[in-house]
């Protein structure tokens, strides 16, 4: 496509569930990025890829976070257990290699744990 | 390591009047510099960068940003606010390797414009 796709984009689940949230970046952008938005603030990073490995994955919270990529392209953001604090806009970002860091974003995908 | 912080969660002004959002940021290496926007129920998208060109960066929509070295500032303006600039703006900061490296976002500016 042309742009960047995340799906789904609302998910509510029960505590103690785990939800997986899928990305596919623009075709041909090797690196590829997660933040979370909480309601009313900023951009939390998550992790990011360069093709199918993660240089940095400072920002997973905890354990129950995980994300993989492959073939450089889909990536899924999974969480365990999911927790009423994991409640929050995912959100994709894909970007050239080498380029000047400009983020291209999808719109995200809403995750709600009653 | 990067950091920006943004001066002021929320920026009121009358339609027509000068829009200025802060930003500082704080980087060990040289940096590229970002404005996105968020307008709302919309995902983010670029406003206009800084890439160690010209100092003064244009955007689109009349916006433009000055990289002030001196000042660790990349302050955003516009002469004349719309209506339809209300949204929330961020100010991020990457790290100029000539790789993709992650962009550090700041908390916000919510711009509210009004009659």
């Known amino acids: 496509g042309a742009g960047v796709s995340q799906s789904p984009s609302n998910k509510v689940t029960e505590k103690g569930k785990d939800v997986e949230l899928r990305c596919d970046p623009i075709?041909?952008?090797?690196?590829l990025y997660w933040y979370r938005q909480r309601l009313g603030q900023g951009l939390e990073f998550l992790i990011y890829?360069?093709?199918?490995?993660?240089?940095?994955k400072s920002g997973l919270p905890s354990d129950r976070f995980s994300a993989e990529r492959t073939g450089e392209s889909v990536s899924t953001l999974t969480i365990q257990r999911t927790q009423q604090e994991d409640s929050a806009v995912y959100l994709c970002a894909s970007s050239l290699l080498g380029g000047a860091g400009e983020l291209f974003f999808g719109e995200g995908s809403r995750l709600t744990v009653l | 390591a990067q950091s920006v912080t943004q001066l002021g969660s929320h920026v009121s002004v009358s339609e027509g009047a000068l829009v200025l959002l802060r930003c500082n940021y704080s980087?060990?290496?040289?940096?590229?510099l970002f404005w996105y926007v968020q307008y709302p129920n919309q995902g983010l998208q670029l406003l206009l960068k800084y890439t160690s060109a010209a100092t003064l960066v244009k955007g689109i929509n009349g916006f433009e940003a000055e990289f002030k070295k001196s000042e660790t500032s990349f302050h955003l303006t516009k002469p004349s606010a719309h209506m339809s600039d209300a949204a929330e703006y961020f100010c991020?900061?990457?790290?100029?390797?000539?790789?993709?490296?992650?962009?550090?976002f700041g908390t916000g500016t919510r711009l509210q414009v009004t009659l």
């Open positions: 075709s041909g952008h090797t690196a």
């Open positions: 980087s060990s290496v040289p940096p590229y």
């Open positions: 991020a900061v990457s790290a100029a390797t000539g790789t993709a490296s992650k962009l550090t």
């Open positions: 890829f360069q093709g199918n490995s993660a240089p940095d």
